[in-house]
């Protein structure tokens, strides 16, 4: 299964579509508030909305989060397939996407079946951005080696893809079996439900190019257009190399650089300032390729929620004029 080139909804063929991450953590994620959001967003023209992962916040973590201490938000973190299925009731096209969801905290077959249920419940909506995880409190919370990062992680999304596929489902693997069963319900989606990595290190890049239907880079301070180019000329010589056509890969970007009412001095951050200033970043993303972005400023919530959706609605409206 592949994805089918388009089938992420894009505002028009010369525009990057975006999208906002949904209120998750921490004191600002309510039902109220997810549910603001998510009407608020679709009401103005966004894309999609989109929610990430995390399972614990330990007390004595056995390592820091990304040389940080972990974020104290991290103690309240609504789950992500449910809070998709809540915004799905209340919208009706703006797409739903995780970024990224552990996967190998989970079992294949529930979590496929969760996603398909998902896809079903939205009429087709469903993104599956999935990971292997990062951290070894939640793999001992999880009861999960962490050796089973990588090869394991590799059958885990062949596995989902089985389910997805017509029935009977069966696989065989190192770590992870389906006897042969009949699995519903299917996606609605031809080909099953686009699913992209989150993958970084080269390895994880390499072990992508040959499953994934797309990746999930992420763009913070550091983050400039020639650090993005070569990552994704880089990654598309790994999926020539895997035998696959790189123009039907997918490229979601993350970014955690917040809009502002200010005009952000030079160097800036990119997609970062005022909406005019990352309005002007979209035709370079454009030409390398990325044509969904979205704003996540859940980590940590450094922009107000109004704030937010003022400062998109603005960038909005220059997009569509």
Same mark, same amino acid.
């Given at each position: 299964?592949?994805?089918?080139?388009?089938?992420?909804?894009?505002?028009?063929?010369?525009?990057?579509?975006?999208?906002?991450?949904?209120?998750?953590?921490?004191?600002?994620?309510?039902?109220?508030?997810?549910?603001?959001?998510?009407?608020?967003?679709?009401?103005?023209? +966004?894309?999609?909305?989109?929610?990430?992962?995390?399972?614990?916040?330990?007390?004595?973590?056995?390592?820091?989060?990304?040389?940080?201490?972990?974020?104290?938000?991290?103690?309240?973190?609504?789950?992500?397939?449910?809070?998709?299925?809540?915004?799905?009731?209340?919208?009706?096209?703006?797409?739903?996407?995780?970024?990224? +969801?552990?996967? +190998?905290?989970?079992?294949?077959?529930?979590?496929?079946?969760?996603?398909?249920?998902?896809?079903?419940?939205?009429?087709?909506?469903?993104?599956?951005?999935?990971?292997?995880?990062?951290?070894?409190?939640?793999?001992?919370?999880?009861?999960?080696?962490?050796?089973?990062?990588?090869?394991?992680?590799?059958?885990?999304?062949?596995?989902?893809?089985?389910?997805?596929?017509?029935?009977?489902?069966?696989?065989?693997?190192?770590?992870?079996?389906?006897?042969?069963?009949?699995?519903?319900?299917?996606?609605?989606?031809?080909?099953?439900?686009?699913?992209?990595?989150?993958?970084?290190?080269?390895?994880?890049?390499?072990?992508?190019?040959?499953?994934?239907?797309?990746? @999930?880079?992420?763009?913070?301070?550091?983050?400039?257009?020639?650090?993005?180019?070569?990552?994704?000329?880089?990654?598309?010589? @790994?999926?020539?190399?895997?035998?696959?056509?790189?123009?039907?890969?997918?490229?979601?970007?993350?970014?955690?650089?917040?809009?502002?009412?200010?005009?952000?001095?030079?160097?800036?951050?990119?997609?970062?300032?005022?909406?005019?200033?990352?309005?002007?970043?979209?035709?370079?993303?454009?030409?390398?390729?990325?044509?969904?972005?979205?704003?996540?400023?859940?980590?940590?919530?450094?922009?107000?929620?109004?704030?937010?959706?003022?400062?998109?609605?603005?960038? @909005?409206?220059?997009?569509?004029?």
């Amino acid at each position: 299964m592949s994805l089918v080139p388009g089938a992420i909804s894009r505002l028009d063929e010369s525009n990057v579509a975006v999208g906002i991450a949904l209120p998750q953590y921490g004191t600002i994620a309510s039902p109220k508030t997810i549910l603001r959001v998510s009407e608020e967003g679709e009401k103005m023209g +966004l894309a999609s909305l989109w929610v990430s992962d995390r399972m614990l916040l330990p007390t004595k973590p056995k390592e820091t989060f990304d040389g940080d201490p972990w974020p104290e938000i991290f103690a309240t973190v609504y789950d992500p397939i449910e809070m998709l299925t809540f915004a799905a009731a209340r919208t009706r096209k703006v797409k739903l996407g995780t970024s990224v +969801l552990s996967a +190998l905290f989970q079992n294949p077959v529930t979590l496929a079946r969760r996603f398909a249920t998902l896809d079903r419940l939205s009429d087709g909506r469903a993104i599956a951005g999935i990971g292997q995880g990062d951290f070894r409190d939640e793999f001992e919370a999880a009861n999960i080696p962490i050796k089973r990062r990588g090869r394991g992680f590799e059958e885990f999304v062949k596995a989902m893809r089985a389910v997805w596929g017509p029935d009977p489902v069966s696989f065989t693997g190192d770590f992870y079996n389906i006897p042969e069963s009949r699995i519903g319900p299917k996606p609605v989606q031809p080909g099953g439900i686009p699913m992209l990595l989150g993958a970084f290190a080269p390895a994880s890049l390499e072990r992508a190019a040959g499953i994934a239907d797309g990746i @999930m880079p992420a763009a913070g301070r550091s983050t400039t257009i020639e650090k993005l180019s070569q990552t994704i000329n880089s990654f598309r010589d @790994m999926v020539r190399r895997a035998g696959r056509n790189p123009e039907e890969i997918m490229w979601i970007l993350r970014v955690h650089n917040p809009l502002s009412e200010e005009r952000a001095t030079e160097p800036r951050a990119l997609l970062g300032g005022t909406p005019q200033q990352a309005e002007e970043d979209l035709p370079r993303l454009k030409e390398l390729g990325i044509d969904h972005v979205f704003y996540d400023m859940n980590h940590p919530a450094r922009v107000p929620i109004d704030t937010q959706l003022v400062l998109l609605r603005r960038l @909005m409206r220059m997009i569509k004029a």
